[in-house]
């Protein structure tokens, strides 16, 4: 009897002792490891460090031309997705005024112009490039038979023109 209550004690204490090594070796882990900061202590250190190193917030400044030459491609842009002037000469124009100003600003508009630029750029492009199927079949350019929604490229132009109204009132143009 003494045998078999021996055995069974053994493996009775011989899991206790396993969970005790697993645990002491996890202590020396945590000792052992980098101290990482909490959550709470990394937030409540950013408002002492933007103090310190007096950050504000970003604000763009575009060159003075910018706003002109993106108005101008706005005008450029409804003239022809409205219908307004299909002629040769404003297409013409149109094509001549966006490759200058998309090589003028396409790496150089700051940061932050607001929605005029990407929606200058997003309406521009879409009727560049419906411009360019119609002359490669040899038709004119039609704008009730592009593949985009007509009313929506008006709508982004002047969602772009009213940003960039409002950056300039605001001094960031």
């Known amino acids: 009897m ?37 959550r709470r202590a990394m ?3 950013v408002p002492a460090l933007l103090l310190a190193t007096q950050a504000g917030p970003a604000s763009a400044k575009a060159p ?31 094509q001549a005024k966006r490759d200058v100003w998309y090589a003028n600003y396409q790496l150089h508009h700051e940061k932050g ?13 879409k009727v560049g490039f419906q411009i360019r199927v119609f002359a490669e079949k040899g038709e004119p350019f039609d704008p009730d038979r592009t593949v985009y929604n007509k009313d929506y490229l008006l709508e ?5 023109k009213t940003s960039l109204d409002e950056m300039k009132a605001a001094g960031q143009l």
């Open 2 to 38: 003494s045998s078999s209550v021996c055995a069974a004690s053994a493996r009775i204490v011989a899991p206790r002792a396993a969970v005790h090594a697993r645990a002491s070796a996890s202590e020396k882990r945590a000792t052992t490891a980098p101290a990482m900061p909490n």
């Open 113 to 125: 112009v607001g929605y005029g630029y990407a929606n200058t750029f997003n309406a521009q492009a």
């Open 156 to 160: 982004i132009l002047d969602r772009g």
């Open 43 to 45: 937030l409540a250190s």
């Open 64 to 94: 003075p031309e910018y706003y002109d030459d993106t108005m101008e491609v706005i005008a450029l842009t409804k003239s022809i997705i409205s219908g307004a002037d299909l002629s040769e000469a404003n297409i013409a124009a149109f």
